[in-house]
């Protein structure tokens, strides 16, 4: 069965303080890694897309890690702000527009 | 991209009583996608909406719970029907664009009482 693992499953930081999240999936065939953002009452907006051969992709205080072999992922945020106060949901595409859902981590950034 | 307008954004509704979702894209998409995600979960396909065809259902999902309209590429519907305040949840839906991006509507959160 295709999963993925998203841990810790919140944390709060510090404004201006860096936090790194973790997915572990096992889904196979892979075709992409996603992260995405979801504010609260909205739906999940993309930011970073990986296929199987990149390491780490960027998106402005947003990088992305992805380890195939292993079949893990990490979404660092660097200098956070209040604005990053959200649930960050990694997502695997299995190639046949079959998207596996992490359940997220909710991170609260506080002043 | 594409731009995807959801609504109702929330509704609070009697059990027993059903609730349509809208959702308009402004390009025109071959498949879209209705998920639910309930609290603390990640999100879980309901079905495919395809134009032209009946929409196709994942394990657990049935017609006649989540019937689905999908008159043209731009527009589809999710009903959610008799319902029960186990279907509380915030309902989504989503369109493929190209290989690797999917959009979402804004979610309706769902409260039944």
């Known amino acids: 069965k295709n999963q993925v693992e998203q841990s810790p499953q919140s944390l709060i930081i510090l404004e201006g303080k860096n936090c790194t999240l973790q997915c572990n999936y096992t889904v196979s065939p892979f075709s992409n890694l996603r992260w995405y953002k979801q504010d609260t009452g909205r739906g999940p907006v993309s930011l970073t897309i990986?296929?199987?051969?990149?390491n780490t992709k960027s998106n402005g205080r947003y990088t992305a890690t992805l380890d195939a072999d292993t079949k893990q992922s990490s979404l660092h945020i660097t200098a956070s702000q209040l604005s990053d106060s959200a649930s960050y949901i990694c997502?695997?595409?299995?190639?046949?527009?079959?998207?596996?859902f992490g359940a997220g981590t909710t991170v609260t950034v506080r002043a | 991209s594409a731009v995807i307008s959801q609504k109702p954004s929330r509704d609070i509704c009697q059990r027993g009583t059903s609730l349509t979702i809208q959702c308009q894209v402004d390009?025109?998409?071959?498949?879209m996608f209705w998920y639910r995600q309930q609290p603390g979960q990640s999100l879980t396909l309901i079905a495919t909406a395809n134009q032209g065809s009946e929409a196709t259902y994942e394990s657990g999902f049935v017609i006649d719970k989540f019937p689905i309209s999908r008159p043209n590429l731009t527009f589809s519907t999710l009903t959610v029907s008799n319902m029960s305040p186990e279907d509380s949840s915030i309902y989504l839906c989503?369109?493929?664009?190209?290989?690797?991006?999917?959009?979402f509507g804004q979610g309706t959160r769902l409260t039944v009482v």
């Open positions: 990986m296929t199987f051969s990149e």
């Open positions: 989503s369109v493929p664009t190209g290989r690797t991006e999917a959009f």
């Open positions: 997502v695997v595409d299995s190639n046949d527009y079959k998207l596996s």
């Open positions: 390009s025109q998409v071959t498949m």
